[in-house]
């Protein structure tokens, strides 16, 4: 088996700044050229080392970020010098000073600039100045390959070339330039990095890590409670919010359970101030992101930027099923107003124009996944400096349209749904809102109360298996979950709680166990579904499900998976059953997967 | 860092899939209603997968195909879509099934294509693309939106190769509910003439236009994507001319420095008259281009002026076709895309040569 080796040391000069192991060492103003930085990188070493002034741009450049490299720590006489390798790259090669040889050629050619006409001669200055006599070799690629590298001077280590090697990019073309160097080793020595591609590739991309994104607010409407507080009080008593139908005028009435919110248009309209002829949808996202708002209480929110991002299904479909009604008999009958807001997006922008939110908006669609989206684009937002406060969940409402359309795939339970049971039987609809507030950090500092907690990881990724069925792998869930970890910077055992996506069907829990057991086994924490309780909301569950996972972390709050009897016999783990309060959570995870092998997954941790 | 606009493609009602020629000989169509011409789209799929799909589908799956193609890229890093209709077609097939059937014995397949998200996940299926894929709905800002979520991903370093595209279709049912909501011309004329109609209503459009974002340069760029943003409901005429001007500085640019202004005008009085009133002030020393009385009016057709635009910048020419004012050889090397939707969404994108 391989050897891990290790980055015991990086330094990266570009854009006249010095990073040694991501730190920055120095900063020159970007007014001075490259050989006017090259040199005060140089008087910032407290050397003497006549040569360097021989030397051309490049070598210079490879020459400083070497010494740096070295500086501090790295004893070379623990290695024979055959022992010690450089394997450098970059785009140009000397082509720099093979333009200015060609160019002094015309008054007699200079010599000083002709041996610097190969690219190797960098790592030769560098072995000349540190006595090293091992493998050196220099390559030529457009952009710094770093599994190349990787892999190269895996290679060397593994098979005993090389006990440590110094490698990276050294590229200088006119006023363009970047070095890159990593001392690689085989003995793990204090805070060190795994020498991976990965790792390789982020210090070498040495960007700014991206701001924390914290949740200030929540607001959620469900069948379980028309709020934050209601639904807590459901969880602890374990009461389900499935029951018949009695909003929707459908035929399958009284055949389908659904998890229809307790409030009707009419009362939605009301506490709303609104009228009752807007979409459902409209109202149910209105209630709950307003509830989010207040809740965050943010100081001065007038003179910040704030966005709106909302998800949804099917837009006003409710109000487009009346107007069909007509419209398919005559096609100049229907009321326009029923239509009028149809689009997803419409939904979105009547609920920004309540709130007084105009700065951003935008409506993401991805079937079941929507509003985890939305959430984490809503923190991309922020962390790109678009906005600094980010209202973002999702909001459906029952439809015939949905109802009608699960009902054709056959995967509705006529019973109460049983989310990772072996004899789970389909999914129960539900409807309903949820929103978190997203703030910077610099707005969570303002706040008179404590933010809830952050969103530390997110990823969305797709399982290109099938429209509607997940992968029997569930490579998707599995990326998603994956992916999620390494942008939070955690691993598995990290996490508290899954909240899991738990549809019910046969299908979805299959995928999503399997791929809960590819990335947890053997070590599985404490998971459930919580559409035990609430239904499957569509566009709104990644929404409702993240407020549920704050009141997790906030309140140290694992829930039940309701109606849960028999371990599915392809895993080895089983869903929590009961409420549990007081628990010790950090991290959560909450999967939301849709149609079109739509996958993501969000983290949420203690601040 | 740079952001680069690495290939495009376009379906449309013009000959726009394959770009030997840029909008040289324009389709004219005497109608207030402009569908898009379908490709042989078996040079892109198989005819097994083309079956079952939808207008709009076969759209943005197809023009999804050759963007790739042009790019000579065979993997996205990401699949981001724009639409504010999705797919109509099918949706209105479930909905009128259901009613018609009373909400019995029906088929799934219309509603397992009615999601928002179908053309974005059908491009994964078909590459087998387990990366990053998204698709924003929001009304006449759907394109700009998967754009900026494009970019932000470069910018984050997230993926490289990203793919973002606008798709919207236009069903018998859509034209007749939007008509009926006033939104087209009650008379047909040429589309060619549209700008001279002096008449209220547009003509509806559909269509699918992708771009292949990359941080990387090549000789294979089309363009640069300098920039890109949108704003709601601004109050008036100056605060529309206050942003461009601030949108512009961002960039170090002035209005002087943009060689040509492509305008979202749709023949319609009203809607074009912010237009016609900025080229009196903002842009009248500005070369100027229209693009919708080719494609038609539809919510992500921004998507069509971006696919022009990186194609004008790579070229050097202006089709005759699209000019209002200036000429044709003004080899434009900084290109402001400003459009509107129902004056309430306003979009500004900027390109410029690599």
């Known amino acids: 088996m391989k050897q891990d080796n290790y980055i015991t040391s990086s330094c990266i000069i570009s854009n006249h700044t010095v990073y040694k192991n991501g730190a920055v060492l120095l900063s020159e103003q970007a007014a001075i050229d490259v050989p006017g930085f090259l040199n005060a990188v140089y008087k910032t070493l407290d050397t003497n080392y006549a040569r360097y002034y021989k030397m051309d741009n490049l070598n210079k450049l490879g020459w400083l970020a070497s010494e740096i490299l070295l500086s501090g720590g790295f004893d070379k006489t623990k290695y024979k010098p055959e022992d010690i390798g450089v394997i450098l790259s970059n785009r140009n090669s000397s082509l720099d000073t093979d333009q200015r040889y060609l160019k002094s050629v015309a008054d007699g050619a200079s010599p000083s600039l002709f041996v610097y006409t190969l690219p190797n001669i960098v790592t030769g200055e560098i072995c000349i100045r540190n006595h090293f006599k091992g493998e050196d070799a220099f390559f030529i690629a457009e952009d710094f390959d770093a599994g190349f590298i990787t892999n190269y001077v895996g290679k060397l280590l593994d098979d005993d070339v090389l006990q440590a090697c110094i490698c990276g990019w050294v590229e200088l073309l006119g006023k363009e330039y970047k070095a890159a160097l990593f001392l690689i080793e085989k003995v793990k020595t204090g805070d060190v990095t795994l020498f991976t591609k990965e790792k390789v590739t982020k210090i070498f991309e040495n960007k700014k890590p991206l701001q924390d994104v914290f949740i200030a607010g929540i607001g959620v409407i469900t069948a379980i409670g028309n709020n934050v507080a209601e639904c807590l009080s459901s969880f602890e008593k374990g009461e389900a919010g499935m029951a018949n139908i009695t909003h929707l005028d459908t035929v399958h009435a009284g055949k389908v359970p659904v998890a229809e919110v307790k409030m009707t248009n009419v009362e939605l309209a009301d506490i709303n101030g609104m009228e009752v002829a807007m979409s459902r949808t409209t109202l149910l996202s209105l209630t709950a992101a307003k509830e989010a708002l207040k809740d965050a209480a943010i100081p001065g929110i007038e003179t910040l930027r704030i966005g709106f991002v909302s998800a949804n299904t099917v837009g006003g479909m409710d109000k487009s099923e009346d107007f069909f009604i007509d419209f398919i008999a005559n096609n100049s009958k229907g009321k326009l107003k029923n239509v009028f807001d149809h689009e997803c997006g419409s939904m979105t922008e009547v609920v920004a124009n309540q709130l007084g939110i105009k700065d951003y908006m935008t409506t993401i669609s991805t079937a079941c996944s929507s509003s985890a989206n939305a959430i984490f684009y809503g923190a991309r937002l922020i962390r790109n400096d678009v906005v600094d406060i980010v209202v973002a969940g999702g909001a459906d409402a029952l439809t015939k349209f949905t109802l009608n359309g699960f009902n054709t795939l056959m995967i509705l339970d006529k019973e109460f749904c049983k989310p990772f049971d072996e004899n789970r039987r389909g999914l129960n609809l539900g409807e309903g809102a949820g929103y978190v507030v997203l703030v910077s950090e610099k707005v969570m500092k303002t706040l008179n109360q404590s933010a809830y907690c952050k969103l530390s990881g997110y990823n969305n990724s797709n399982d290109a298996f099938h429209q509607t069925a997940s992968s029997p792998e569930g490579t998707g869930s599995y990326l998603a979950m994956k992916g999620a970890l390494e942008k939070a910077g955690l691993t598995t055992s990290d996490i508290d709680y899954i909240n899991l996506h738990g549809t019910g069907t046969p299908n979805n829990d299959n995928a999503e166990g399997t791929a809960v057991k590819r990335l947890f086994d053997p070590h599985y924490p404490p998971m459930s579904s919580t559409k035990s309780f609430t239904g499957h909301t569509l566009g709104a569950s990644g929404g409702i499900e993240a407020v549920f996972s704050v009141l997790a972390i906030k309140h140290g709050l694992i829930y039940p998976n309701l109606r849960f009897e028999t371990k599915m016999h392809e895993f080895s783990f089983e869903p929590e059953t009961r409420f549990k309060k007081g628990q010790a959570i950090s991290h959560v995870m909450s999967n939301s997967f849709g149609f079109g092998g739509n996958c993501s997954s969000l983290i949420f941790s203690k601040i | ?354």
């Open chain 2, 1 to 354: 860092m740079k952001i680069y606009i690495r290939s495009a493609a376009c379906i449309s009602p013009q000959k726009t899939l394959h770009q030997d020629d840029l909008l040289t000989n324009p389709v004219e169509y005497n109608d207030t209603r402009l569908k898009a011409i379908e490709p042989d789209y078996s040079a892109y799929l198989d005819p097994k997968l083309t079956r079952r799909m939808s207008h709009v589908i076969k759209m943005g799956v197809g023009a999804a195909m050759e963007c790739l193609r042009n790019g000579e890229i065979t993997m996205p890093g990401a699949v981001i879509t724009g639409t504010a209709y999705g797919c109509l077609e099918d949706t209105v097939t479930f909905l009128t099934r259901m009613i018609d059937m009373d909400e019995e014995m029906l088929p799934p397949t219309a509603f397992i294509q009615s999601t928002h998200n179908t053309v974005a996940a059908q491009i994964a299926l078909m590459l087998k693309c387990h990366s990053y894929n998204n698709t924003f709905v929001h009304k006449g800002i759907s394109f700009e939106s998967a754009l900026l979520d494009g970019i932000m991903l470069l910018n984050e370093g997230e993926a490289d190769n990203v793919l973002v595209g606008g798709t919207d279709e236009m069903t018998d049912v859509s034209y007749t509910i939007l008509k009926r909501l006033g939104l087209y011309k009650r008379f047909r004329g040429s589309n060619l003439s549209l700008f001279k109609t002096n008449s209220t209503g547009t003509i509806g459009g559909e269509g699918a236009a992708f771009v292949l974002l990359s941080d990387k340069a090549s000789a294979v760029n089309l363009a640069e994507l300098t920039g890109m943003q949108n704003f709601y409901k601004p109050i008036g005429i100056d605060d529309i001319e206050a942003r461009i001007i601030a949108f512009l500085k961002k960039y170090n640019l002035s209005i002087a420095d943009v060689d040509l202004v492509i305008t979202g005008k749709n023949g319609d009085l009203k809607n074009d008259a912010g237009y016609d009133q900025l080229a009196n002030t903002t842009f009248n020393n500005c070369a100027t281009a229209n693009y919708k009385h080719l494609c038609g009016e539809y919510p992500t057709s921004s998507a069509f002026a971006l696919w022009m635009a990186a194609n004008i910048v790579k070229s050097g020419k202006v089709p005759a076709s699209v000019l209002e004012v200036g000429a044709e050889n003004i080899m434009p090397k900084t290109i402001l895309i400003y459009n509107h939707y129902l004056n309430l969404y306003h979009s500004l994108m900027l390109v410029s040569t690599c």
